[in-house]
């Protein structure tokens, strides 16, 4: 299977849990509005590639493991746009979810998303311990310990003197842990020995960092087409970023140093296990800057 039809079979098995059952179709065109917008999609599909590496072959509890993964960070991004947090008015090219149906729906959709995975992960076919690892994960990385807090941290941030250290600690959580729950997720589902486990983890950290780097790095220099939403918001916002503090040359290396390190842990994964990391480290290559 291609990458795009992993990416077409996510979407359809988010489609598919909420025309199932219905009991507002209202609600669910505003959900899936912002599910079908498209975009990279790479926690999903990391998880997928992730769970091939290990030599299983894909099946419906890991795309419903990896839709779940998905529902949560559309919801988070649905919140993000809304006038009391970011405040934008497009997300990957079109209007955001408050703007298209309203504040009152978007914030419903984006409580859905929230709340409606943790019911897709019970009915995946996978052991009951797997699937309470599972649940349990993705609560830690979403919730009061993960996502969110990071969120609290970053507006409370926002226009103060804080330090680098500081910095880490709100993207570990705001971007970082919902990044490196695939790897956590993989290491559950393929069972993995604890030490590999604690690789995978480390792995995804490091991605979740990088990727919160090149998210800074791109709001200063993108243009609203190669982004899709409203360019120097952070700047607006007077947010401390990895640029503001490492010069942007300097938050450029950071972030290619640590995607060096993330791949040098799985180069270290493939020697000494039986995983094939090829095409995590495509993905991973492919979040690179050019220039």
């Known amino acids: 299977m291609t990458r795009n039809e992993k990416l077409e079979k996510i979407g359809l098995t988010i489609e598919d849990f909420y025309k199932s059952q219905q009991v ?39 795309y419903q493991v990896a839709a779940a993964l998905e529902m949560i960070h559309t919801g988070s991004l649905i919140h ?66 993960g996502m969110v807090a990071g969120q609290v941290l970053d507006m409370q941030g926002e226009g103060q003197a804080i330090s680098l250290e500081d910095l880490k600690i709100i993207h570990a959580n705001k971007t970082g842990k919902l990044l490196t729950y695939p790897f956590v997720a993989a290491g559950l589902i393929v ?67 640590t995607l060096d390190e993330a791949v040098d842990i799985l180069t270290d994964l493939e020697e000494k296990t039986e995983f094939s990391g090829g095409e995590i480290q495509k993905i991973i290559e492919s979040l690179r800057l050019n220039g």
Do not use: C, W
Request: charged letters at 25%; proline letters at 3%; a negative charge.
């Open 24 to 62: 507002s179709s209202d609600l669910a065109e505003v959900i899936l509005y912002s599910v079908q917008a498209g975009g990279k999609r790479i926690r999903p599909l990391l998880l997928l590639e992730l769970i091939q590496a290990f030599g299983l072959e894909l099946a419906e509890a890991h």
């Open 80 to 145: 993000d746009d809304l006038p009391a947090m970011d405040d934008d008015d497009y997300r990957r090219g079109r209007l955001t979810s408050h703007k298209k149906f309203g504040e009152d729906m978007a914030i419903l959709a984006g409580d859905s998303l929230f709340l409606d995975p943790y019911g897709l992960l019970a009915r995946a076919e996978l052991p009951s311990q797997v699937k309470v690892d599972l649940i349990s994960e993705l609560s830690l990385a979403a919730g009061s310990f």
């Open 191 to 257: 069972q993995a020995q604890q030490s590999v486990q604690d690789k995978l983890r480390r792995i995804g950290e490091l991605l979740g960092l990088a990727f919160q780097v090149r998210d800074d790095i791109l709001d200063v220099t993108a243009s609203f087409e190669e982004l899709g939403k409203t360019p120097q918001k952070d700047l607006a916002a007077a947010k401390s970023t990895y640029p503001a503090f490492l010069g942007l040359d300097g938050a450029k290396n950071f972030f290619n140093q």
